[in-house]
């Protein structure tokens, strides 16, 4: 039996693209016998054993003596598990497991928390998250920390830090829930719009526009957020208003941070007042331009202008997560089972 292993490159899951690596002594025969056009062009396709088309794939030779190929696959984990297959048939054998995600080959420290990071980026919604997925993925982050921590032990004091951090890490992938609140014609959706960048909802100035709950995953400075927009507060006279306000309400329960916009004129949410926001709640002072002279406690923006709206994203996150946010250089769990 000749010396031919075979290992998918890319990591486990639903992908793009999938690469297949087949190297050793006699792979040029299993490609010559699973792949059609070989030595015509890059392009061809993997064929079964009766003949029929698994995929289309890219075949990429690499020069020299060693036989050495890799396929690229479109990114359904059956293609890629049928392509396996069939270079088995054909004599392959798997490669070893731990040489399975390309990135971890050949280095110490491959364990489960270096998969999880690496298994995560794909779902990364920010190039912060990418970098803080793979410094977590390293020797310097936390799956390098886990494994010095199992030979050398840890103090109580680096667990309460990273039980801390923890927080903040898995904002980093998991999205908070933002709801925009206030009055009808406070300026929801016209502040919806601006965050998310286009469109989305219908903005006017007919108060009780806005009925159903609208929601879209959006990138804050690197946090994914779930930004809510939905009825405004009022008791309303219509049964399909007075729905949307009950789904508002309920919205703002579940939400991790209400902003709640006080337009000119409004009055600012008191405890106990109707559509008073529960939970966590940051008010803020909308359509300053309208009256930029109004005196305001607090922070003002506007939509038109784009004041305060700097500001604004950065209250957002620190009401959620709190002054330390930047995990550059430092160690940090990122899933809820880390804890
Ligand atoms: N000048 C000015 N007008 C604004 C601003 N934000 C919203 N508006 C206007 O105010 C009106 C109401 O805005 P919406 O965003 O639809 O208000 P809403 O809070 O979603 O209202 P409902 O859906 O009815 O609850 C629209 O005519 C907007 O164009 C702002 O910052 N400045
Ligand atoms: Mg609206």
């Given at each position: 039996?000749?010396?031919?292993?075979?290992?998918?490159?890319?990591?486990?899951?639903?992908?793009?693209?999938?690469?297949?690596?087949?190297?050793?002594?006699?792979?040029?025969?299993?490609?010559?016998q699973?792949?059609?056009?070989?030595?015509?062009?890059?392009?061809?396709?993997?064929?079964d054993?009766?003949?029929?088309?698994?995929?289309?794939a890219?075949?990429?030779e690499?020069?020299?003596?060693?036989?050495r190929?890799?396929?690229?696959?479109?990114g359904?984990?059956?293609?890629?598990?049928?392509?396996?297959?069939?270079?088995?048939?054909?004599?392959?054998?798997?490669?070893?497991?731990?040489?399975?995600l390309?990135?971890?080959?050949?280095?110490k420290?491959?364990?489960?928390?270096?998969?999880?990071?690496?298994?995560?980026?794909?779902?990364?919604?920010?190039?912060?998250?990418?970098a803080?997925?793979?410094?977590?993925?390293?020797?310097?982050?936390?799956?390098?920390?886990?494994?010095?921590?199992?030979?050398?032990?840890?103090?109580?004091q680096?667990?309460d830090?990273?039980?801390?951090?923890?927080?903040?890490?898995?904002?980093?992938?998991?999205?908070a829930?933002?709801v925009?609140?206030?009055?009808?014609?406070?300026?929801?959706?016209?502040?919806?719009?601006?965050?998310?960048?286009?469109?989305?909802?219908?903005?006017?100035?007919?108060?009780?526009?806005?009925?159903?709950?609208?929601?879209?995953?959006?990138?804050?400075?690197g946090?994914?957020?779930?930004?809510?927009?939905?009825?405004?507060?009022?008791?309303?006279?219509?049964?399909?208003?007075?729905?949307?306000?009950?789904?508002?309400?309920?919205?703002?329960?579940?939400?991790?941070?209400?902003?709640?916009?006080?337009?000119?004129?409004?009055?600012?949410?008191?405890?106990?007042?109707?559509?008073?926001?529960?939970?966590?709640?940051?008010?803020?002072h909308?359509?300053?331009d309208?009256?930029?002279?109004?005196?305001?406690?607090?922070?003002?923006?506007?939509s038109?202008?784009?004041?305060?709206?700097?500001?604004?994203?950065?209250?957002?996150?620190?009401?959620?997560?709190?002054?330390?946010?930047?995990?550059?250089?430092?160690?940090?769990?990122?899933?809820?089972?880390?804890?």
């Amino acid at each position: 039996m000749p010396d031919i292993t075979v290992e998918a490159l890319t990591g486990p899951g639903r992908a793009a693209l999938h690469a297949v690596l087949l190297c050793g002594k006699g792979s040029a025969s299993i490609i010559d016998q699973a792949f059609c056009g070989r030595g015509l062009s890059p392009h061809g396709t993997i064929i079964d054993a009766d003949g029929d088309v698994i995929d289309d794939a890219i075949l990429i030779e690499w020069p020299g003596e060693a036989e050495r190929f890799v396929l690229t696959l479109h990114g359904s984990p059956f293609i890629r598990d049928r392509v396996i297959e069939r270079l088995m048939q054909l004599g392959a054998a798997a490669a070893p497991s731990t040489a399975r995600l390309w990135p971890a080959r050949g280095q110490k420290c491959c364990n489960k928390v270096r998969e999880e990071a690496l298994l995560a980026l794909p779902t990364a919604l920010s190039h912060q998250a990418c970098a803080f997925l793979l410094e977590q993925a390293s020797e310097r982050g936390f799956s390098g920390w886990l494994a010095r921590s199992v030979e050398q032990g840890v103090v109580r004091q680096e667990l309460d830090e990273l039980l801390r951090l923890s927080d903040v890490g898995i904002g980093m992938l998991v999205a908070a829930r933002v709801v925009l609140a206030g009055e009808p014609n406070a300026g929801k959706s016209t502040l919806f719009n601006v965050l998310t960048g286009h469109q989305r909802v219908i903005t006017s100035h007919q108060p009780g526009t806005t009925r159903d709950l609208i929601e879209e995953e959006m990138c804050l400075l690197g946090f994914p957020i779930q930004l809510v927009d939905g009825a405004g507060l009022r008791s309303a006279a219509g049964e399909v208003e007075r729905e949307g306000v009950r789904r508002m309400e309920a919205a703002m329960e579940a939400a991790d941070l209400v902003v709640y916009l006080v337009p000119p004129g409004a009055v600012e949410p008191v405890a106990g007042m109707k559509g008073t926001p529960r939970g966590r709640t940051l008010v803020i002072h909308s359509r300053r331009d309208e009256d930029p002279g109004g005196e305001i406690a607090g922070l003002g923006i506007s939509s038109v202008t784009a004041e305060g709206l700097p500001q604004l994203q950065e209250r957002i996150l620190q009401e959620i997560y709190g002054d330390d946010r930047n995990l550059t250089g430092r160690v940090c769990p990122f899933l809820p089972g880390h804890r």
